[in-house]
């Protein structure tokens, strides 16, 4: 199994950029689809975008299509966010994950493993 560290969250103004980076450890990275989620309070985890293991295909929620662009560098084992124009709604703890198909990224349970994820608040 993969471990999983996210960085790069932060305090933004709306309107403004960040760019969240996943470090990950295993041998099978390389083959696993990667995926963004996020979780505000009260609120249910949910997949916000997700990357093929070859990088070929990718996912977005239809809130951030458009703002927000995943990608993936296996051989540093890191996965991306790209996140533009954020907007006070996209505030919410951001985690990373794997699974062995892009599809089954959606079917992750918060009782899953996770790493620690990474605060994002955007302020209006």
């Known amino acids: 199994q993969v471990q999983l560290v996210e960085s790069g969250g932060g305090l933004v103004q709306a309107g403004g950029s960040l760019r969240l980076s996943c470090a990950a450890s295993g041998r099978t990275f390389s083959k696993y689809a990667m995926g963004w989620f996020r979780q505000a309070p009260g609120k249910e985890r949910e997949l916000v975008a997700g990357?093929?293991?070859?990088?070929?295909?990718?996912y977005y929620a239809d809130s951030v299509k458009g703002r927000f662009t995943i990608s993936r560098d296996n051989a540093k084992n890191t996965v991306y966010l790209q996140m533009n124009s954020l907007k006070p709604e996209d505030t919410a703890v951001y985690y990373c994950?794997?699974?062995?198909?892009?599809?089954?990224?959606?079917?992750?349970?918060?009782?899953?493993?996770w790493g620690q994820g990474t605060q994002v608040t955007v302020s209006s």
């Open positions: 990357i093929s293991w070859s990088g070929s295909r990718t």
């Open positions: 994950n794997a699974d062995s198909l892009l599809d089954r990224l959606s079917r992750k349970k918060e009782s899953d493993y």
